[in-house]
């Protein structure tokens, strides 16, 4: 494999691993792990001030977990979800935007942690590929497999216990070139994008549906008939990198 293909391939592997680990600089975006109190909370302390204060929190609040060290937990409080527009924190209440430390056995007690966001990472296979049919070739069933990164928007609702979540795959494939009559079919490396949509089986185990594009390498790879053409699979994935989080009580 060239090594400037090898290059991209880490380099898009890192990037999606490095989005999905760091935490947010500002209020909680897309990308973030967020997190709902579904409890009254107390003993919230402000940092970055003189004169340490203590706030409250009542149930609703979406906060960003930033740290947790040392048996202290620093938080970002983005919105209330059951605040009017424009309401205002009341007396001794926490405040949208502001940083916070507690303890952290404070915070993971059953239903201070509960899950809103987040954007994980794991290990996803492709165990075959069906490729329709393109002008002067059929369709294909593949039996090659495909193992790479996955990346997921995973989004936790009230309404549905089955979680659905959007996820990118970039990953290597060995792919059969088109062969002459009587001879076997040379294989060569692809690089292999694909998207598609996962549920969670068990655990940190997804089960998706995928389509993707394969991009063979070399100049063989140009006149290969499914060069750059949609296919059509189902995906497992493992999760590695995930928020945690603690169920409702």
């Not at 792990?33 to 204060?53: C, P």
């Not at 040379?186 to 995928?210: F, M």
């Not at 053409?229 to 497992?236: A, D, F, Y």
């Amino acid at each position: 494999m060239p090594k400037r293909n090898l290059r991209s391939f880490v380099g898009a592997v890192f990037l999606g691993a490095l989005i999905a680990t760091c935490p947010s600089t500002s209020r909680a975006g897309l990308f973030s792990t967020v997190y709902r109190l579904d409890n009254y909370v107390a003993g919230f302390k402000t940092t970055g001030e003189a004169q340490q204060r203590e706030a409250y929190a009542s149930p609703g609040w979406y906060y960003e977990l930033i740290t947790d060290v040392d048996g202290t937990a620093r938080v970002r409080f983005a919105r209330h979800g059951r605040a009017k527009k424009g309401e205002e924190s009341k007396s001794g209440e926490v405040e949208a935007g502001q940083i916070y430390a507690i303890e952290d056995s404070i915070l993971k007690q059953p239903g201070n942690m509960v899950l809103v966001q987040t954007f994980e990472t794991g290990v996803l296979a492709v165990p075959f590929k069906f490729r329709p049919k393109v002008p002067g070739t059929l369709s294909q069933l593949s039996g090659s497999g495909t193992l790479g990164a996955a990346f997921a928007w995973r989004a936790k609702t009230d309404f549905s216990t089955t979680e659905v979540s959007p996820l990118l795959f970039v990953g290597l494939s060995q792919v059969a070139l088109q062969q002459d009559e009587g001879t076997a079919a040379k294989e060569v490396q692809a690089l292999t994008l694909a998207t598609g949509v996962q549920i969670e089986i068990i655990g940190r185990t997804k089960l998706g549906v995928v389509a993707g594009w394969d991009r063979a390498f070399g100049t063989e790879g140009e006149t290969w008939p499914y060069q750059g053409r949609p296919w059509l699979s189902i995906g497992i994935n493992y999760t590695f990198l995930t928020a945690e989080e603690n169920p409702k009580k």
